[in-house]
């Protein structure tokens, strides 16, 4: 079965500074890697999946096969990136219906 | 993209009732589902909704306690039956449209007393 970790469930930074959401999975084929991002009073909604290779809003994530991560990277974090970060994975050649979120990271930017 | 309505946005209900929550989406998808977030955790697949058929219950939950229905491609709802205080929490439609991407409902937020 297919496991997604991120350890923290808060982050506090400050305006400016870099700001890392790290996430880790467990599963045994080759899956499909998603940033979704919640801002406050919103919906769930896609920030980056790990095919696209795009950078949104500043953001990155770079998936690394070896240690089996998709860590989510911004170098100069914003106010408006304050918001709930959720990992996920989708199982490859699986179906969404395996999709596995993480518990989730709280950021919080202040200025 | 794919716009979903999901109703109610939120209730307050008695214990050992049944609710009954409503997804539209206004386009066709391939694929919906119902999830569960309960405080303070993240989401938890309920079920994939089978148009004419019956749902896809995950480990843990049965179709007794939460009937679904998708009687066309664009609709969907979840009952919550016999209800108790732990069944508490934000419930979530959720589709997958034709270009793979995945979109959420703004929830539902139940509260069982």
């Known amino acids: 079965a297919q496991r997604v970790t991120q350890p923290e469930k808060l982050l506090s930074v400050f305006k400016g500074a870099p700001v890392e959401l790290k996430c880790n999975y467990s599963y045994s084929g080759s899956p499909e890697l998603f940033w979704y991002v919640q801002y406050s009073r919103q919906r769930l909604q896609l920030l980056l999946r790990h095919i696209s290779r795009e950078s949104i809003k500043g953001f990155t994530a770079d998936l690394n096969k070896g240690e089996t991560s998709f860590h989510l990277k911004k170098p100069f974090a914003q106010e408006e990136d304050s918001a709930m970060y959720y990992c996920a994975l989708r199982p490859l050649p699986d179906s969404w219906g395996k999709f596995q979120f993480g518990a989730g990271t709280q950021v919080v930017v202040t200025p | 993209s794919a716009v979903i309505s999901q109703k109610p946005s939120r209730d307050i209900c008695q214990r050992g009732t049944s609710l009954t929550i409503q997804c539209q989406v206004d386009?066709?998808?391939?694929?919906m589902f119902w999830y569960r977030q309960q405080p303070g955790q993240s989401l938890t697949l309920i079920a994939t909704a089978n148009q004419g058929s019956e749902a896809t219950y995950e480990s843990g939950f049965v179709i007794d306690k939460f009937p679904i229905s998708r009687p066309n491609l664009t609709f969907s709802t979840l009952t919550v039956s016999n209800m108790s205080p732990e069944d508490s929490s934000i419930y979530l439609c959720?589709?997958?449209?034709?270009?793979?991407?995945?979109?959420f409902g703004a929830g539902t937020r139940l509260s069982v007393l």
């Open positions: 959720s589709v997958v449209t034709v270009l793979d991407i995945q979109y």
């Open positions: 386009s066709q998808v391939t694929m």
